[in-house]
T-cell receptor, first 116, second 111 residues
Framework: DTAVSQTPKYLVTQMGNDKSIKCEQN?????MYWYKQDSKKFLKIMFS???????INETVPNRFSPKSPDKAHLNLHINSLELGDSAVYFC???????????????FGEGSRLTVL | GQSLEQPSEVTAVEGAIVQINCTYQ??????LSWYQQHDGGAPTFLSY????GLEETGRFSSFLSRSDSYGYLLLQELQMKDSASYFC????????????FGTGTRLQVFP
């Protein structure tokens, strides 16, 4: 029944490793996002996809590669992890871009990444 | 660019009223949204103001003044469960269509 679900909820890994986070939404939305929340709780958009097409790439290092196999799924792969990548990564979805007329996004529970 | 400023922290006691302010600088403004996030949880949508004035939803109200580039979230009859972080957000129409979040306000409610 979960509207936006992401896995895993926690990742602990060493610098230099590669990791992936998966996201699925069952709301029938056309647009999906990745947001990064740092230790100061700033929520910053990373990527946005509309119906499998990349719409927004917010100057994220190319070690981060999103993939959307279909409009219900958006995955995030991170290569060569660095200490500064430690954060909570949130997947979100909305029917229209930027949350539509009311700016309403539906967020997953987050994936807390810790790089040692 | 866009910027949205909020106080970093607000404290209050149960039953009280608290106001969380948000001032924004945007090149194109569509409306102001508010989100709540409990520790360890997901941000959840609370309210939206597209026009000037007050929108009320139960104990929570949100206000917008476009001329002042200012809005606030008003929480009444505070309960312990209202302890959370609150974010304002605007839709950025200038460059790419995306939702930009404010710096966030941590609300602590004490008994």
């Amino acid at each position: 029944d979960t509207a936006v679900s992401q896995t895993p909820k926690y990742l602990v890994t060493q610098m230099g490793n590669d990791k992936s986070i998966k996201c699925e939404q069952n709301l029938g939305h056309d647009t999906m996002y990745w947001y990064k929340q740092d230790s100061k709780k700033f929520l910053k958009i990373m990527f946005s996809y509309n119906n499998k097409e990349l719409i927004i790439n917010e100057t994220v290092p190319n070690r981060f590669s999103p993939k959307s196999p279909d409009k219900a799924h958006l995955n995030l792969h991170i290569n060569s992890l660095e200490l500064g990548d430690s954060a909570v990564y949130f997947c979100a979805s909305s029917q229209e871009g930027a949350g539509g007329d009311f700016g309403e996004l539906f967020f997953g529970e987050g994936s807390r990444l810790t790089v040692l | 660019g866009q910027s949205l400023e909020q106080p970093s922290e607000v404290t209050a006691v149960e039953g009280a009223i608290v106001q969380i302010n948000c001032t924004y600088q945007t090149s194109g403004f569509y409306g102001l949204s508010w989100y709540q996030q409990h520790d360890g949880g997901a941000p959840t949508f609370l309210s939206y103001n597209g026009l000037d004035g007050l929108e009320e939803t139960g104990r929570f109200s949100s206000f917008l003044s476009r001329s002042d580039s200012y809005g606030y979230l008003l929480l009444q009859e505070l309960q312990m469960k209202d302890s959370a972080s609150y974010f304002c957000a605007v839709r950025d129409l200038y460059d790419t269509d995306k939702l930009i979040f404010g710096t966030g306000t941590r609300l602590q409610v004490f008994p």
